[in-house]
Structures are given as C-alpha cells and as structure tokens.
C-alpha cells in the first residue's frame, strides 16, 4: 500500500539551529500539505503546495521556517534557528486529486521535534 | 471563521461498551467532514469521510458518524468498543473552496478500561 514518507521520525536540536524535514508524497499526488501539531492539540496547516507551487503559506512564519517542492514531487521543510516554541510533530500529507472530487489526504507517520 | 470543537478532551469507556465522540463545526457551506485517529506518535489515519449522500457513513474499524446539519454536528460512534481503540480522535472539516485544507478540532483522548 503506498504511504507518505518522511524522514527523520525523530529529532533533537539545540535552539538557534537550523533543521530540515523531508516528505514524499503518494506517487502522482499532486497536492501536499505540512501540518505542524502541538502536544494536546490538532494540527495546524504550515503550507499548501499544488505541484511545485505554493498555494497558502499564511500561516507559516516566514521569517524562520521555509519549504519547497521543486521538482513538484517531494519537499522539504526548514527551520532556521529553531527556537523552543517549535517543539512539535510535523505532519506531511498528499492528496490525489481536486479536492471537489472526493479525495482525501492521506498522513505520514510525522516527524517529532524537540528543541532544546 | 471555520471552527471545530470536540468538546471532551479525554472520555474512558469499558471494554465492550458503546462509544460516542461528539463534533461540532462551524462552516458557512456543505462541509466535507473526516475523522481521524492517531495513536501514540504516530501519523493520522482516516476513519471515515462525508462528503455529500447519505448522512449515516460507515468506516474502518466498524466505526460510523453521522452529519447532523441542523445540530452542525459529525458525531462518531462505536457500538463495542476494543482495547485497540485507545488513541487520540480527531474531527476535521475540509474546506473544498480552499484546496482542502483541512480545519481540526483539538482531539478526544480515549481510554479503554477493562
């Protein structure tokens, strides 16, 4: 059954450090999201990307977090300096086709961050 | 501004016993609504979806929920519960004029006592 990569599923950084997550989607899924979830909370969207193309990132706070897909297939999310507020799972999902079209995401297994 | 509230953060049911987690939304539209289930460090698995049809939907797990528009409601049920259910459930509307991002609540902790 095909899945959602990510990769590390665990990580430890010191605070002022750069660090870097790593998805890849369902094969053909078109649509990515990066999810951010806080302890004792649902995920919150980070950004959108259909194919390479960022399409909502309003809440991804541009002055320390970053991410591309550029090649439209897998993507990469960075954290430069990583403060302890960040301290969360990172979600990554993909979805297959117009969402008008009854399709839904589907979750990778998260990558956990913990700043200290 | 789209909203979802679970309004119990941790329920504990017996073994065998029925299960309801309740949902609540807020969404000027039809809302596509999921439900997920995550255990401990883990990723999010779907358990069901509405999108349109029949309000009664079934999913994996032999859970079901069912969209309540006048209640603006997605309640999910379980009629036995199973030691394995234990996790954390969470209620989310999908919003289609937006791509599909999708809005969570903040999760239902379950507990299953024996």
């Known amino acids: 059954e095909a899945e959602v990569a990510q990769s590390p599923r665990y990580k430890i950084t010191e605070k002022s450090q750069a660090v870097a997550f790593w998805c890849d989607p369902i094969?053909?899924?078109?649509?990515l999201y990066w999810y951010r979830q806080i302890l004792g909370q649902g995920p919150e969207l980070l950004v959108q990307f259909q194919d390479e193309s960022v399409v909502d990132d309003s809440q991804l706070p541009k002055d320390r977090f970053s991410a591309e897909r550029l090649k439209g297939v897998d993507s990469t999310l960075k954290i430069q300096p990583a403060e302890l507020g960040d301290s969360a799972m990172y979600l990554c999902?993909?979805?297959?086709?117009?969402?008008?079209?009854?399709?839904?995401?589907?979750f990778g297994q998260g990558t956990r961050l913990t700043v200290v | 501004a789209q909203s979802v509230t679970q309004p119990d953060i941790h329920i504990t049911v017996s073994e065998g016993a029925s299960l309801e987690l309740r949902c609540n939304y807020s969404?000027?539209?039809?809302?596509?609504l999921f439900w997920y289930v995550q255990s401990p460090g883990q990723g999010l698995q779907l358990l069901l979806k509405y999108f349109s049809g029949d309000t009664l939907v079934q999913g994996i797990k032999g859970f079901e929920a069912e969209f309540k528009r006048s209640q603006s409601s997605f309640n999910l049920r379980k009629p036995s519960v199973h030691w394995s259910d234990a996790a954390e459930y969470f209620c989310a509307v999908g919003l289609y004029n937006q791509g599909g991002k999708l809005i969570f609540g903040q999760g239902t902790e379950l507990s299953v006592k024996p």
């Open positions: 969404y000027g539209a039809t809302p596509y």
């Open positions: 999902a993909s979805s297959g086709g117009e969402f008008y079209l009854n399709t839904e995401a589907f």
């Open positions: 094969s053909g899924h078109a649509t």
